[in-house]
């Protein structure tokens, strides 16, 4: 298995653009998350999901937008890319009904916006 | 959720035990303690969890006091490859499993 990955890996933006995160997991896990991770800081929700067609928001969900069409897919989307929205994206995943609730992350994806 | 206070770094020479502390005074009594750790900007890799009973895998251990107000995660015997921060969280284990994240402890292991 390849776990969680994301694409790309690094990417540099200028303001107001747009791009798309990739994730994906081949492991067969309902329950997919985002997060961000600004320097020095622990990671913040951003959004998740519980299964395809199925997706809330989390603690910081202003400017982005995440869809989930299949188990394996959930892409995380940034329009009008703003400096704020520089930071390293992690994708999650976790089975259901896991008892120990074990979160299994990707690399990253490190984006800064100028 | 309860909020988790960790010491924002500690050392530890290399193959001695790394006793990472940490306070939740406010945890509530369907509240998990939950130990993960980043390697360098690496994702987050899981450790442990624990509810009120000590924990051991072959990571770490986790012992959990009496009255649940705080806990520590041990290495037993570290290494270089352990240096890293390590976040405790608490949690109730709810189906939606949204993790709140402190800034965790950096764990620095020396030679």
């Known amino acids: 298995n390849a776990g969680v990955t994301q694409t790309p890996k690094f990417r540099i933006l200028k303001i107001g653009q747009s791009m798309t995160l990739q994730c994906a997991q081949d492991?067969?896990?309902?329950?997919m998350y985002w997060y961000r991770q600004d320097p020095g800081m622990g990671l913040k929700l951003i959004y998740y999901?519980?299964?395809?067609?199925?997706?809330d928001k989390g603690e910081v969900p202003n400017g982005y937008n995440v869809s989930r069409s299949t188990t394996e897919d959930f892409p995380l989307r940034l329009e009008l890319a703003a400096p704020s929205q520089t930071s390293v994206y992690f994708c999650?995943?976790?089975?259901?009904?896991?008892?120990?609730?074990?979160?299994?992350f990707g690399p990253g994806t490190r984006l800064t916006v100028t | 959720d309860a909020k988790t206070t960790q010491p924002p770094s500690m050392d530890c020479a290399e193959g001695r035990a790394a006793n990472l502390p940490c306070n939740h005074s406010?945890?509530?009594?369907?509240?998990?303690v939950y130990w993960y750790r980043q390697i360098h900007s690496q994702g987050p890799q899981y450790i442990i969890h624990?509810?009120?009973?000590?924990e051991t895998n072959e990571m770490a251990s986790l012992i959990i006091t009496e009255d649940r107000k705080s806990s520590t995660l041990i290495l037993p015997h570290a290494t270089l490859r352990d240096t890293a921060v390590y976040y405790c969280?608490?949690?109730?284990?709810?189906?939606?499993?949204?993790?709140?994240w402190g800034a965790g402890t950096k764990l620095i292991i020396k030679p």
């Open positions: 999650a995943s976790r089975r259901t009904g896991e008892i120990s609730y074990e979160q299994y």
């Open positions: 492991m067969n896990h309902n329950y």
């Open positions: 406010t945890i509530s009594g369907n509240e998990y």
């Open positions: 624990g509810l009120k009973n000590n």
């Open positions: 969280i608490v949690r109730a284990m709810d189906s939606n499993y949204q993790l709140i």
């Open positions: 999901s519980v299964g395809a067609g199925i997706t």
